[in-house]
């Protein structure tokens, strides 16, 4: 079966096209057979498109006319030229889309009908830089051939096991009623690596308690009890949490009426200081790029010295406050551009945690690492780093659910 899996991010499009005949014995993910990329920020005029297959990479222009255009250019390499694959794009089985935001509607893969759509839409309040592209994505695939089967595989489907005493915000229930409670996010990425750590661990995941961290350019942690989330640090929108490359996480929510009170800021201007320039970036003062923060710690800078502290505290605090809620931790996963890449980042979060016998093995953690733990022999917890592949968890889902 042949899978086609798009990931339509507000300033990205990444696709990749998976062969699966079965998942009988696969337990590391598959090789795709094409990848494409689209990177719209690189210039102001277009929009450039790398495509890897057949063992050759190649990158192409494209011009900023539009999204659906984009998306049609860059699955066309697929039938020709040095990437191509496969005969006609008909040939294609299925396509796997990343949605964001599934409401309260969505908690499973699901095939894409006129219905999905329409709520896709109605939720694009809710995610308004994300939804609205996911839709442009499935009608790109429309346009090409009506009769190409799509499911939307939604990142918030996770979390809909959460309680409601952690789901439902303390304000008048009418609100809940209306929509507002904690959906959640990185679902994808958080049961992904759940599932692969307890492989890796050679334990049923049923069995587990288990704190996931996804560290990239939005951070967000997960409690995971008997392979179910029990809560997550992001909430009606992927603001809540954890400090963030730009985004601010949790903070005390009168300071948004102050700002509006004494600083006569309006809802647009509240929301680009909370969302583009604080976390990493704001506290620094120099990138949210993590790396660029710790380098300029590293010479010294204060500024940076601060964002990384203020960053490690707030995910040591959020998994301690995870902790009741579990009742004890058998493993903490870290995944993510951040938490499968920086040592650092690791050891200072774990080291807190020591009093609880998370021990984390120095040399271990320093070198490669990926899928591997990196506790210690005599650690009460292991501490797994799990790359994330959310492209092919996509592509499970939607194997399992057309099987
Ligand atoms: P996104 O959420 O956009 O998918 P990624 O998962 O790629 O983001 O994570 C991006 C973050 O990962 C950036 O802050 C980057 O600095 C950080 N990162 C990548 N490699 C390293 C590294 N070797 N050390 C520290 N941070 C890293």
Redesign the pocket.
């Known amino acids: 079966m042949k899978i086609l899996v798009l990931n339509a991010g507000s300033s990205s499009h990444k696709s990749c096209l998976y062969e699966i005949n079965s998942l009988h014995n696969i337990i590391l993910p598959l090789k795709p057979l094409w990848e494409g990329m689209i990177d719209w920020t690189v210039d102001s005029n277009h929009g450039l498109l790398e495509v890897q297959a057949n063992g050759k990479k190649n990158t192409f222009e494209l011009p900023m006319d539009n999204v659906e255009t984009g998306i049609k250019t860059m699955l066309d390499t697929m039938i020709k030229g040095e990437n191509k694959v496969i005969e006609k794009l008909i040939d294609i089985n299925v396509v796997g889309h990343r949605v964001v935001h599934g409401g309260k509607k969505y908690y499973q893969a699901t095939f894409i009908t006129e219905e999905v759509k329409a709520t896709i839409k109605e939720l694009i309040p809710l995610a308004p830089n994300h939804n609205p592209v996911h839709l442009k994505g499935i009608n790109s695939i429309e346009a090409i051939n009506k009769d190409i089967r799509q499911i939307a595989v939604f990142d918030t489907a996770f979390h809909c096991t959460i309680p409601d005493y952690a789901k439902i915000y303390p304000i008048p229930y009418q609100y809940y009623k209306e929509g507002i409670q904690r959906y959640g996010f990185h679902g994808i990425s958080h049961q992904y690596v759940s599932q692969r750590m307890a492989e890796i661990i050679d334990k049923p995941l049923n069995s587990l308690k288990i704190i996931t961290c996804h560290?990239?350019?939005?951070c967000s942690i997960t409690a995971i009890k008997d392979g179910k989330s029990i809560n997550t640090s992001m909430g009606f929108t992927p603001l809540e949490g954890l400090m963030m490359?730009s985004r601010s996480g949790s903070i005390d929510p009168a300071i948004l009426t102050y700002f509006m009170r004494e600083y006569d800021y309006d809802r647009d201007e509240i929301d680009q200081i909370l969302n583009k320039k604080s976390g990493?970036l704001g506290i620094s003062g120099i990138s949210?790029?993590?790396?660029?923060v710790?380098t300029a710690m590293e010479n010294g800078d204060k500024q940076a010295k601060l964002a990384v502290d203020i960053y490690i505290h707030r995910i040591q605090e959020v998994i301690g406050s995870f902790l009741p809620s579990l009742g004890g931790l058998d493993a903490l996963v870290f995944t993510?551009?951040?938490g499968?890449?920086?040592a650092?980042?690791r050891e200072k979060v774990c080291q807190k945690f020591n009093f609880l016998g998370v021990k984390l093995d120095k040399e271990k953690n320093r070198q490669f690492c990926i899928d591997k733990n990196i506790a210690t022999d005599d650690s009460s917890v292991k501490i797994l780093v799990i790359h994330?592949q959310e492209d092919w968890a996509i592509a499970k889902q939607c194997y399992n659910l057309i099987s």
């Open positions: 560290l990239g350019n939005g490359g990493l949210a790029d993590l790396r660029t710790l993510a551009g951040i499968e890449n920086s650092f980042i994330t």
